[in-house]
């Protein structure tokens, strides 16, 4: 008989043992160990830096030095990281979790959903983080936080209601235009979004009801009917000369996502400028989203007398544009 003190020892030996088998199938896993460990530190850099966005702009410090300084330290290390991103993509593939382990794979998701002023960087990468995701090989929910994403940056429906007019909880809003709204929490639970539709609203300060798919229709043809009448009345305003209406209306019909067209982006960021709006700051963001959608008539604008306010009144956002548009080249 073996000694029971002998017994215990085996015991524990086999345990060690199981327990170092196991350490080394997870460093065989994680592939590229220095690979994760930079993109952890995007990941701490790109937080760092929202956090103290965030805390300046709730303080209502949106006019302060530190507030701008912070914003165009924001700006420049999104575009570091996307451009790092297109790179180790490029090499690599999407970062899965055999690649560099699950909390790094999710850091480079986080990374490319700021990549926000590169719609089109952000679209390239939706098949390949599906593939991942479709292999066991990254979170589903990833995938749908970025293809609502996507889809809002080219003032289109989203699919799982993940993005808001709140600016993440900062002001009050709502979710921007749902397709197909009544099975929305359906495709949240299929895509393992952690909160209900509902519960996720209630955290970003608005309420919401999941419709009927009877109210949702409703709800989608008067979207559509809102949009159709502002545009008439856009286009109107516009023949007669009458700027100010003009930026208006078009304003009220480019936030009928689903129905705008590529032209309606551009001829409201001309209605604006014509106008010499207070709100002419939302005219590069309209272009920025005719960009997104293939538009290819940024170089005429350049000249264009129409977007002459534009250009003299924010010349830091039309330089920015400019090297969005830049930037986008590189995906199409």
């Known amino acids: 008989m073996i000694p029971l003190n002998m017994k215990k020892s085996f015991s524990i030996l086999i345990s ?7 350490i080394v199938a997870q460093k065989e896993i994680v592939q590229l160990p220095e690979l994760a460990k930079e993109l952890k530190e995007m990941r701490d850099d790109d937080q760092k830096l929202r956090n103290k966005w965030v805390s300046l702009y709730r303080k209502g410090k ?3 030095d530190k507030f701008k300084e912070l914003t165009d330290q924001t700006i420049a290390s999104d575009r570091a990281n996307t451009a790092r991103m297109r790179e180790i993509i490029e090499q690599h593939g999407w970062p899965t979790y055999n690649l560099v382990g699950e909390g790094p794979s999710n850091n480079a998701w986080l990374i490319v959903q ?59 809003g709502s979710y921007y235009p749902i397709d197909d709204e009544s099975n929305v929490q359906n495709r949240r639970e299929e895509m393992t979004v952690d909160r209900t539709v509902v519960e996720n609203a209630q955290s970003m300060g608005f309420e919401y009801t999941i419709p009927t ?18 545009l008439t009345q856009a286009k109107i305003a516009m023949s007669d000369k009458e700027y100010t ?23 409201a960021a001309r209605a604006l400028s014509l106008a010499e709006h207070t709100d002419i700051g939302k005219a590069t963001t309209f272009l920025t989203r005719a960009l997104a959608r293939g538009w290819d008539g940024l170089d005429e604008s350049k000249t264009n007398s129409d977007f002459d306010f534009l250009r003299k009144s924010k ?12 930037q986008m080249s590189l995906d199409r």
């Open 16 to 22: 060690l043992l199981l327990c170092l088998s196991t």
């Open 62 to 64: 949106t006019e302060s």
């Open 114 to 172: 700021h990549a926000d002023r590169n719609p089109l960087f952000q679209a390239k990468c939706l098949p390949l983080l599906k593939d991942a995701v479709d292999n066991g090989q990254a979170n589903p929910s990833n995938y749908a936080y970025l293809y609502d994403r996507v889809r809002v940056s080219r003032g289109e429906k989203q699919l799982y209601a993940t993005q808001s007019w709140t600016n993440n909880g900062l002001d009050k």
């Open 213 to 230: 798919a009877q109210k949702a229709e409703a709800r989608a043809k008067k979207l559509n009917a809102d949009y159709q009448e502002a």
């Open 245 to 267: 209406k003009a930026a208006d209306k078009y304003m009220e019909a480019t936030s009928a996502y689903g129905s705008v067209s590529t032209e309606d982006f551009v001829e």
């Open 315 to 326: 010349p830091e956002q039309w330089s920015d544009l400019l090297i969005v548009a830049e």
